[in-house]
């Protein structure tokens, strides 16, 4: 199974990017799909999740300005980022779990830079 990013760059602050994220080589369909985001020495951090069914979750910093959405058709997700800001640089990770078994898997991430 592969999960492939996609949508990353370099934008200035309060500028807009969109992330996609395509699953592949897996029969099953993704229960959650989610993005994190890595700043170097720092953790990986949630940003969004969504559920199959259409729950979604995201960090505190990023409601309002972010929106997570799927195509669970296409094991496919994309994370809309507005009002982007200079300290959300960072390479941003697509992370999904398969309905049957529950095996996670994870992107090879793709490099967002804000900066003016």
């Known amino acids: 199974v592969q999960l492939v990013e996609s949508g990353g760059g370099l934008v200035q602050p309060g500028e807009s990017l969109r992330l996609t994220c395509t699953g592949s080589?897996?029969?099953?369909?993704?229960?959650?799909m989610a993005w994190y985001r890595q700043v170097p020495g720092n953790q990986r951090d949630l940003v969004a999740r969504?559920?199959?069914?259409?729950?979604?979750e995201y960090a505190d910093s990023v409601k309002g300005r972010f929106t997570i959405s799927r195509d669970n058709a296409k094991n496919t997700a994309y994370l809309q980022m507005n009002s982007l800001l200079p300290e959300e640089k960072a390479v941003y990770y697509c992370?999904?779990?398969?309905?049957?078994?529950?095996?996670?898997?994870w992107g090879q991430g793709t490099q967002v830079a804000v900066s003016s």
């Open positions: 992370t999904a779990v398969e309905v049957i078994g529950g095996r996670e898997y």
């Open positions: 969504m559920t199959i069914s259409g729950g979604t």
């Open positions: 080589g897996s029969i099953y369909r993704f229960r959650t």
